[in-house]
């Protein structure tokens, strides 16, 4: 848990690429004649690298690379070279990550504890060199992650890797490139400390335990500050709606206020929102088991808030920001909601639940009344909500739908640069009947397009501002051997309220 790396941007020094590290020297090569770099390695080699070019070891395809231990000559213990394809092509952003992760996969993977990366010229459409180190940064910092704290010592993971240095050959100023090196790995951290969150079982991770989580990240940062209701608090507010979903737990119902001022002071703020429900058994209406362990991801939409409050605080964002997290555990037991029963929302709309295990859009729908309290300028939530938007768009995009095109442009956009990509799902009226009720206001479901009727169910309670939805059910958790959380979509959110100042 929390691996930690130091970066650090180093000038391009070509002429002592020999001498520049005693551990690790990552090099990024191109198909064709070899760089500068490159040429001192063959002559202080006796011509290692001509030789494996002629044996075709040495192709500089996109993506392969090669291991040269204990080159004489060259200081560094350990020489990776990358292939970065052919030089001065352009490379999608997809093209380009996949070069960067390499390189960082292979400093992970090492046993050196310090490695120096060379990064080449690289072209990449849409983005600019500034790209190029904060990608790096997030990846060495996303991809170092390890989950073990409940391991015992012996099966915990060890790595060798402390710091790593990174030479890029590019004509921005040092100053904007180490700034991108912040940004990164600031994204990287947030992201990782989503992960944290999410990946604790539920029996440790309660809606009580976020409310502690979040203070203690408030308590970090002056301009960062947090405030808890507990179920009477809410209850006064008429949130009936949000407490149905807690109603069969033992732990108490939670909505957390995380307050960012980092803005003027009558600016109004940009909102998040995120689905903390800590353990999903889909109430009365019960899942079935298999991988039913699961359902502990389903607040990654409340880690992504938290991890993304603390990004924004940490890098002093000049914008106000609100992080709101509607938690609560949905059981089954003596006191749960049942199919049909009919409970009032804060907004005044009565919802009949027909299904207790679409229980996000019950808890996001008195969110989502709270937060007009805040006079946003936007209201972006983010629920691990519909089994569905894994069917439509699989575990490498979220879904989108807003009542703002704007707004949604400007998320589709963060999510490019990101490389944490979602694409727009329509909420059209034609959907809406969807989720008539003939016993209240509306059904909390209905309907065979699943992502977009959640949807429209929340747009009923985001008639005043400009809102978007994200669902990050296929996104932000994966299953199989590698289970775990991703951290999405903090580096999507991040660059988005980034952008916003
Ligand atoms: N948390 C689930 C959605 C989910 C499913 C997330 C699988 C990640 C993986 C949500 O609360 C849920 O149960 N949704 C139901 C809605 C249905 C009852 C309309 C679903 O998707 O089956
Ligand atoms: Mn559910
Ligand atoms: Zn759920």
Redesign the pocket.
């Known amino acids: 848990m929390k691996k930690r790396l130091s970066i650090n941007l180093n000038q391009k020094i070509v002429k002592e690429i020999t001498e520049i590290s005693s551990g690790g020297l990552i090099i990024g090569v191109f198909e064709g004649p070899f760089s500068d770099e490159l040429k001192i390695i063959d002559q202080e080699t006796n011509g290692t690298l001509k030789k494996l070019r002629k044996l075709g070891e040495l192709e500089g395809k996109l993506g392969q690379s090669i291991y040269l231990p204990a080159l004489s000559g060259v200081k560094a213990q350990r020489t990776y070279l990358v292939g970065c394809g052919k030089e001065g092509k352009k490379l999608s952003r997809q093209e380009a990550v996949k070069i960067l992760t390499k390189m960082v996969s292979v400093a992970i993977s090492s046993k050196a504890s310090n490695v120096f990366i060379s990064i080449p010229k690289l072209s990449i459409s849409g983005e600019g060199d500034h790209w190029i180190s904060q990608q790096i940064s997030y990846l060495c910092e996303n991809n170092i992650y390890t989950y073990d704290a409940k391991l015992n010592k012996k099966d915990k993971t060890t790595r060798s890797l402390k710091k790593v240095s990174i030479a890029i050959d590019s004509s921005l100023s040092s100053s904007k490139l180490k700034k991108g090196i912040r940004v990164g790995q600031t994204i990287g951290r947030g992201s990782n400390a989503a992960k944290d969150l999410a990946n604790l079982p539920a029996n440790v991770c309660t809606p009580s335990y976020l409310a502690k989580e979040s203070r203690s990240a408030a308590n970090k940062y002056l301009s960062l500050s947090c405030s808890v209701l507990g179920e009477k608090e809410m209850k006064k507010l008429k949130m009936d709606c949000l407490l149905s979903v807690g109603a069969g737990s033992a732990q108490e119902s939670k909505l957390i206020t995380l307050n960012y001022k980092g803005g003027k002071k009558d600016e109004q703020p940009h909102v998040i929102v995120g689905k903390g429900?800590t353990f999903?058994t889909?109430g009365i209406?019960l899942?079935p088991g298999a991988t039913m362990d699961?359902?502990k991801?389903?607040m990654c939409g409340a880690a992504s808030v938290i991890g993304t409050m603390q990004v924004i605080a940490e890098l002093k964002a000049p914008i106000n920001v609100i992080g709101l997290v509607a938690s609560a555990e949905?059981m089954p037991g003596g006191k749960a909601t049942k199919p049909g029963d009919v409970v009032r929302t804060m907004s005044g709309l009565t919802v009949e639940i027909l299904?207790t295990?679409?229980?996000?859009r019950l808890v996001l729908a008195d969110a989502l009344t709270y937060a007009k309290k805040f006079n946003p300028q936007s209201v972006v939530d983010i629920a691990?909500?519909?089994?569905?938007?894994?069917v439509a768009l699989g575990h490498s995009t979220s879904g989108l739908m807003s009542n703002d095109d704007r707004l949604a442009q400007k998320l589709l956009k963060a999510g490019t640069t990101s490389t944490d990509r979602a694409w727009q799902l329509p909420i059209w009226d034609v959907y809406k009947k969807d989720l008539n009720s003939n016993f209240a206001d509306i059904a909390n479901?209905g309907g065979r397009a699943?992502t977009i009727?959640?949807a429209c169910f929340l747009s009923k309670f985001t008639e005043d501002y400009s809102w978007a939805h994200l669902d990050v059910?296929?996104t932000a958790?994966i299953s199989g051997a590698a289970k775990g959380a991703s951290g999405r979509p903090v580096p999507l959110l991040s660059h988005y309220l980034l952008d916003q100042s």
């Open positions: 429900i999903d889909g209406s899942k699961e359902m991801f389903d949905n299904n295990d679409a229980e996000g691990t909500l519909t089994g569905a938007c894994i479901i699943g009727t959640a059910a296929g958790h």
